[in-house]
């Protein structure tokens, strides 16, 4: 009787997943044919959407969309529409910048991606905190500095119904962390050496858990604490 051979690898079929952001369906193919636990990172290849998407690799299969960020308040603040919209779509950007940053193999491209997470989640703040906490027009918001608007959060000069009550310190503390992140992101120095968080793997994960509780501090039609 013959020895056995080699073990035969799965054969590389495709399989269909759907897109968290524009909700379509497209058959994705594994980069490899490795049963080394892994993830990968790629776009939707469907036409006008451009988000970014992440995969578990187990076992020769491809798993469900690695998602963890993905929670259901950036829903809920798309469907304010305005500014809290464009706050949903910085944050989302942040992430798919953050799983590239995870999922890239190019240890040269995990430093730009999560540098750039950091800085969309710095105009996100700024966004949020000029457009929905203090209510700025936007001539004055485009004068206005982030520090200038914690400054008005810390002295108490903002509408008592966009905060929720007992919420502030925790929101200016999150706050404070993600404008420091957001800074070191992009700047090489900065004028204060305490203040600044290098954004790493570990550090814009908290900044999105961060900014996560700046929103869940506030008073959003359905977002609760």
């Given at each position: 009787?013959a ?76 469907l ?27 240890t ?13 989640l ?18 004055v ?21 966009k ?38 793997r ?24």
């Amino acid at each position: 009787m013959a020895a056995p051979g080699p073990a035969v690898q799965p054969p590389h079929l495709p399989t269909q997943c759907t897109c968290d952001k524009c909700g379509r369906a497209s058959d994705v193919f594994a980069p490899a044919l490795s049963r080394k636990p892994s993830a990968f990172a790629m776009r939707c290849p469907l036409d006008g959407c451009t988000a970014v998407r992440a995969h578990e690799f187990k076992d020769g299969a491809i798993g469900p969309t690695i998602n963890r960020w993905r929670e259901s308040y950036l829903e809920q603040l798309r469907l304010q529409r305005g500014v809290l919209e464009l706050v949903a779509d910085l944050v989302s950007g942040a992430i798919e910048l953050h799983l590239w940053g995870q999922t890239n193999l190019d240890t040269s491209a995990k430093d730009p991606a999560y540098r750039g997470a950091a800085i969309h989640l710095r105009v996100a703040l700024e966004a949020i905190l000029g457009g929905y906490v203090l209510d700025l027009p936007e001539p004055v918001r485009r004068r206005t500095k982030l520090n200038v608007m914690i400054r008005r959060i810390e002295g108490g000069r903002y509408a008592r119904s966009k905060i929720r009550a007992g919420h502030r310190e925790t929101l200016v503390t999150a706050v404070k962390f993600l404008r420091d992140l957001g800074d070191t992101a992009g700047h090489p120095l900065l004028t204060k050496p305490e203040r600044e968080i290098p954004a790493t793997r570990g550090k814009v994960a908290e900044g999105l858990e961060s900014f996560q509780k700046v929103v869940e501090s506030l008073r959003i039609s359905g977002v609760t604490s």
